[in-house]
């Protein structure tokens, strides 16, 4: 509903922003915190209607053990959970790898740092 996403929305902007504020307006964390909210926020809605839909246990936690959905150890819901598992790995790869500056960014830094 709108009320949820206002919420989250609100998580996003007022417990993401001051890290990224406390961290001296770091490009790079910035980018990351706020990706890693959006992405999060995007999983979270999806597995929510795909538990809906296909009355399975993919949720972002696990279900208590008296949910009421019909697919709780199903090889595909198994299967789906462990994408989504290996999604969530690769987009921390991801966005880890803003981190690592590549040959010719740290080449620009020294010549910055030089002078020259």
Known sequence: ?????????????????PPVLSQGLSFHLGAVLLSLGFITY???????????????????????????????????VMLLNLVFS?????????????FDPGLDEQEVEEVRATGG
């Open 1 to 17: 509903s709108w009320a949820v996403c206002f919420l989250y929305c609100d998580w996003i902007w007022f417990c993401q922003t």
């Open 42 to 76: 995007v999983e979270h809605v999806l597995r929510k209607k795909l538990a809906s839909i296909f009355s399975a246990c993919v949720l972002s936690r696990p279900c208590p053990p008296d949910c009421s959905h019909q697919h709780k150890k199903d090889y595909w």
């Open 86 to 98: 290996l999604l969530a790995i690769f987009h921390l790869t991801y966005l880890g790898s803003m």
